[in-house]
């Protein structure tokens, strides 16, 4: 990847990303975190998430449907995994969240949607879409699906 993606992709939009889940989960393993990133950083499916015909049931059904999507995935993962480890030492390190086996948090910490920009709002409101979407799935299920790679 170019250094371009991750001035895109930087720890500042993966922290609040990050952050926007673990609140709305309110606690979640620390192996699901490397998946979130490459999911809600990509707009294309950020963008078809929020289209009114996007009703997927599970996870598989979308990545079926939107097969495009998903053929770097593995690539996102790798790419964005310093930037998921930096993202989450940020967090710890301001004693937002507490990091064990999973990930929880430790003080409420607000910001305000609208002033993190256009693109931080469509990932916002994706995220209950794609938590809808990974529920189901233990995390061995989430990687074969995702078809990542270690």
């Known amino acids: 990847m170019n250094i371009s993606y991750y001035i895109y992709n930087n720890e500042a939009i ?9 609140t709305k989960l309110k606690r979640i393993n620390v192996a699901l975190a490397p998946l979130v990133l490459p999911f809600l950083l990509d707009n294309r499916i950020v963008n078809h998430l ?36 930096n993202a989450l030492m940020i967090l710890q390190k301001s004693n937002v969240i507490n990091i064990t086996d999973t990930i929880s948090i430790k003080k409420e910490f607000e910001f305000d949607v609208n002033e993190l920009g256009l693109r931080f709002t ?29």
């Open 50 to 85: 929020l289209k009114d015909e996007a009703n997927y049931e599970n996870i598989e059904q979308f990545i079926q449907s939107k097969r495009l999507y998903f053929t770097s995935f593995n690539n996102r993962f790798l790419s964005l995994l310093p930037v998921t480890v």
């Open 122 to 150: 469509k990932i916002e409101n994706a995220i209950p879409k794609f938590v809808a979407l990974i529920k189901d799935y233990s995390l061995s299920d989430l990687y074969i699906k995702f078809k990542i790679q270690l």
């Open 14 to 22: 993966s922290t609040a990303v990050l952050m926007s889940v673990i």
